[in-house]
């Protein structure tokens, strides 16, 4: 049975609880005293955990301000970990935690980045990835999602698009009418339209049509007549990506790539995987007439945070949310609305999918993850975000 001993001798109080010694020394006996009244309260009250997590706290303000921000506390190895997990948390990702408690500042943002790193399956990058960020001052939203940018080849297509045409019901009754004359392999030709209380009739030549007065034309004619008013071309500007040419990026659109086909050595500074980088690295690499696109990461997805600073990074997915804009040949600051852009649904439905590969393969690709931890976590992601 674990017990928790204390004892205050002059201005010192000594405790101790699972095999763990605890001492404070303070400038005064009444400050001692107040100190040790609050170890006995805590002994005649709690129990278990419960009295480690405070005895802790009561000791050490750093492991308390933690402890309140829903952290745990490993003596043996000194770490920090996310209440109910077993990955410890980076030591820099633990300061900004107290420097965020302390400043009382919001810590949804370094709370939830760490969620999704930690079910990220590389070790490698639950070490590199925050250091990256902070290095190159990139953002993270409140979600946990950073932001990077992408240089991309930019070009302007002309498209047809329909006009608000479209949803007229007499439209309707043209292009309906008109698709059923030609299933039954007859001549639209051969149908007339008159118009009769703002609405369209279509009737057969053959059939008497005395009592429709306001002629409109064979069905035919009113027919292509439509069509080619309800489209106008305009200019959609694309994107595409500047190593091949070939991929079409859209915004709000996710582009992937294969986890198993990104290379995760942090030693090799540019490899296979989509990359993403710094507002420097993107301008770098842009030529004329290209774009940058401002794109959101999701920390799981990233592969590689080389080990010499490139300014830029390897994931298997990023999602491009805007055009960047420069004014004075400078990057115009995001706005909040870019970056508040989070797919939920998209997430859930790859969390859904790396639950299903773990249940099926049994094994991660990383074996010093822990199975059950992974399941854990995909589980409580999936809980917190179709419940938000």
Not at 56 to 65: A, C, D, E, P, S
Request: with cysteine; aromatic share 10%.
């Amino acid at each position: 049975m674990k017990n928790l001993n204390a004892i205050k001798v002059g201005k010192v109080v000594n405790a101790s609880y699972d095999g763990v010694f605890y001492t404070k020394r303070f400038d005064n006996n009444e400050e001692a005293l107040e100190f040790y009244k609050k170890i006995v309260e805590l002994k005649n009250n709690f129990n278990g955990e419960t009295i480690k997590n405070n005895l802790v706290g009561l000791f050490n303000k750093t492991k308390r301000i933690l402890l309140e921000s829903g952290l745990e506390f490993e003596e043996l190895n000194n770490q920090y970990f996310l209440k109910g997990y077993n990955t410890p948390i980076p030591q820099s990702i633990v300061d900004v935690i107290i420097e965020y408690h302390d400043n009382n500042l919001p810590l949804d943002p370094i709370l939830n980045f760490w969620e999704l790193l930690m079910i990220n399956m590389d070790t490698e990058v639950h070490k590199d990835l925050f250091d990256y960020l902070s290095h190159y001052n990139l953002m993270i939203n409140d979600d946990g999602y950073f932001v990077g940018y992408k240089a991309v080849i930019k070009d302007e297509v002309v498209v047809e698009e329909f006009t608000d045409i479209v949803d007229d019901v007499n439209f309707d009754i043209v292009k309906c009418g008109y698709d059923k004359i030609k299933r039954w392999k007859k001549s639209p030709k051969k149908y007339n339209v008159y118009e009769q209380n703002d609405t369209y009739i279509i009737i057969s030549e053959d059939k008497d049509s005395s009592e429709c007065t306001n002629y409109l034309g064979t069905l035919e004619d009113v027919y292509n007549d439509m069509i080619k008013n309800s489209k106008v071309k305009v200019k959609r500007k694309t994107y595409s990506d500047k190593h091949t040419g070939t991929m079409e990026i859209k915004l709000g659109v996710p582009v992937t790539e294969k986890r198993e086909l990104c290379d995760n050595n942090p030693r090799i500074r540019c490899s296979k995987g989509l990359h993403i980088g710094t507002p420097n690295y993107a301008e770098n690499f842009a030529d004329d007439g290209d774009a940058i696109l401002i794109c959101l990461v999701n920390p799981m997805n990233v592969v590689a945070v080389p080990n010499y600073y490139t300014e830029k990074l390897r994931c298997c997915e990023y999602i491009p949310i805007a055009e960047a804009e420069f004014v004075d040949e400078k990057l115009k600051p995001i706005e909040g609305s870019y970056i508040d852009y989070v797919n939920k649904t998209h997430e859930i439905e790859q969390i859904k999918k790396m639950a299903e590969n773990l249940k099926k393969n049994q094994k991660p690709f990383n074996e010093k993850r822990d199975i059950n931890e992974l399941k854990k976590m995909y589980e409580n992601r999936l809980f917190k975000l179709t419940n938000s």
